[in-house]
């Protein structure tokens, strides 16, 4: 089963709201966007993954994100992260109803291909599945398979909203980058141990030096 994934993306000046102390406000969406960058980039070198799609109103991610491969559509709803995914969703869908379609945080700096691979394979039993977050609180990725909606209930406790909604819980091992989001700076500390794409490693370079 061939994938197209959805990856929601705030204005970079209100990303990553919760790495200010970390990185400060100066940093911050820089390093947002390179979160994205490396997400999107490791994304759309996964076999499983047929193509990307970036939901976003932020001028400078669309154009670099597009440049990478990735088909941007505006979030039209503005209405939130669960909104922005059924938009995406409805956009794929709307000129390929039967896609297999997963949503996919934005903030996944670490991201291996070969991992991803495997975590869609196995979601491809199921008519919709998600993958925990490292902190096993929140979701990192959520699927439909074929004739199934999507139904994303991303924010505070997403992991037990999900399952709540009847989404299987993928119990997978060996999957850490496609797990570990970052939202405050040990998430980023974690993020680095693992090893992050070479846009990461660039901001984060900065953020030392500025340091």
């Known amino acids: 089963m061939q994938w197209t994934l959805v990856i929601p993306l ?7 709201s919760r790495l200010t102390a970390t990185t400060g406000d100066t940093l911050r969406p820089g390093l947002a966007l390179a979160f994205a960058q490396d997400t999107v980039a490791a994304a759309l070198a996964c076999p499983a993954v047929r193509d990307v799609v970036v939901v976003t109103d932020d ?5 670099e994100l597009a440049a990478l491969g990735a088909r941007i559509v505006r979030d039209e709803p503005a209405g939130g ?6 938009h995406g969703t409805a956009a794929v869908r709307t000129g390929r109803p039967q896609s297999a379609v997963a949503a996919l945080n934005a903030d ?4 291996r291909p070969m991992e991803l691979a495997r975590v869609l ?3 491809a039993a199921f008519p919709r599945s998600f993958l925990a977050d490292a902190a096993g609180i929140g979701t990192t990725l959520l699927s439909a398979a074929p004739g199934s909606e999507l139904r994303p209930a991303f924010g505070a406790a997403s992991r037990s909203r999900h399952a709540a909604s009847g989404a ?3 119990p997978l091992e ?3 980058s496609v797990r570990q989001d970052v939202d405050t700076g040990d998430d980023l500390r974690a993020a680095l141990a693992l090893g992050v794409g070479p846009r990461t490693a660039t901001a984060a370079a900065r953020l030392l030096i500025a340091d």
């Open 59 to 63: 001028g400078l991610a669309g154009r």
């Open 174 to 176: 060996g999957v850490g």
């Open 81 to 86: 992260l669960n909104a922005a995914l059924a």
């Open 10 to 16: 705030k204005p970079l000046e209100r990303a990553k």
């Open 121 to 123: 394979d196995r979601a």
């Open 168 to 170: 299987v819980e993928l």
């Open 108 to 111: 996944l700096p670490a991201l």
